[in-house]
C-alpha cells in the first residue's frame, strides 16, 4: 500500500487567499483525522472522520477552516481566507478499527502564508 | 491545558547508552498510551504502544513502562543507535469507552551522537 497521501507538499500562499489542502487514507481504513503542528501547539487534532462522517470537529480553530470527506478515499482541509498565523504543518492521518488507536500519517503539507 | 506533557523538548546521549523520553498526564480517564517517531519532512510513525492494564510493553530494543498512579510513562531504547535521532511524541488516548481521538505531547528531539 502507498500510505497516506498529502497535496501539495508544501504550499506558499499570501494572506487572504483561499488553501485546499488533500488527502487520501489508506484503503480500507474507515477513520481519517487532520492534524496541525506547530511550535507553540505542537500536534493537535483540528477533526476527525468515520466512514466519512465527521465527527468531532472541535479542534476547528474558526469559522474559516472547514473540512469534507465526499467519499473514503479523498478528504480535503480548506482555509478560506487564510492568514498568516496560519503558517504550520497539516498532516492527515487514517487508521481502522480494531487498531488500538494506531494511526497512519502523511507525509504533511507545510503551509506558508505570507 | 496541555493534558499530555513531555516536559524535556531535546534529549542527546552517546551510542551505545540507554535514551530513557518521559511522558506525564493528567486524565484519568486515559487507558491507552502510544510513543510514534518523526523524522523531518516525514509523518510521525507508530512505534510502541501500551495499555494501562500493563505496566510494561517491549519490543526489540524499545520498552515502555507505565506508571498509572503517577500517571506517568516512559520509553527506554537500548542500546541507541544514531538512526533513532529523531522527534519522539507521546500520545494517550481514553480506548473503548472513549473515541478514537489521540493526544499528543509536544514531543522530545532525541540526538544520539557516534
Known amino acids: 500500500d502507498a500510505g497516506v497521501i498529502q497535496s501539495p507538499r508544501h504550499e506558499v500562499t499570501e494572506m487572504g487567499q483561499e488553501v485546499t489542502l488533500r488527502c487520501k487514507p489508506i484503503?480500507?481504513?474507515?477513520?481519517l483525522f487532520w492534524y496541525r503542528q506547530t511550535m507553540m501547539r505542537g500536534l493537535e487534532l483540528l477533526i476527525y472522520?468515520?466512514?466519512?462522517?465527521?465527527?468531532?470537529d472541535s479542534g476547528m480553530p474558526e469559522d474559516r477552516f472547514s473540512a469534507k470527506m465526499p467519499n473514503a478515499s479523498f478528504s480535503t482541509l480548506k482555509i478560506q481566507p487564510s492568514e498568516p498565523r496560519d503558517s504550520a504543518v497539516y498532516f492527515c492521518?487514517?487508521?481502522?478499527?480494531?487498531?488500538?488507536?494506531?494511526?497512519?500519517f502523511g507525509p504533511g503539507t507545510r503551509l506558508t502564508v505570507t | 491545558d496541555q493534558q499530555v506533557k513531555q516536559n524535556s523538548p531535546s534529549l542527546s546521549v552517546q551510542e551505545g547508552r540507554i535514551s530513557i523520553l518521559n511522558c506525564d498526564y493528567t486524565?484519568?480517564?486515559?487507558?491507552?498510551f502510544l510513543w510514534y517517531k518523526k523524522y523531518p519532512a516525514e509523518g510521525p510513525t507508530f512505534l510502541i504502544s501500551i495499555s494501562s492494564i500493563k505496566d510494561k510493553n517491549e519490543d526489540g530494543r524499545f520498552t515502555v513502562f507505565l506508571n498509572k498512579s503517577a500517571k506517568h510513562l516512559s520509553l527506554h531504547i537500548v542500546p541507541s543507535q544514531p538512526g533513532d535521532s529523531a522527534v519522539y511524541f507521546c500520545?494517550?488516548?481514553?480506548?473503548?469507552?472513549?473515541?478514537?481521538?489521540?493526544?499528543f505531547g509536544k514531543g522530545t528531539k532525541l540526538t544520539v551522537n557516534p
Open positions: 472522520f468515520n466512514n466519512n462522517v465527521p465527527i468531532d
Open positions: 486524565n484519568s480517564m486515559f487507558d491507552y
Open positions: 492521518a487514517s487508521s481502522y478499527r480494531p487498531s488500538n488507536y494506531e494511526q497512519y
Open positions: 500520545a494517550a488516548s481514553e480506548g473503548e469507552g472513549g473515541s478514537e481521538k489521540l493526544v
Open positions: 484503503s480500507g481504513h474507515d477513520y
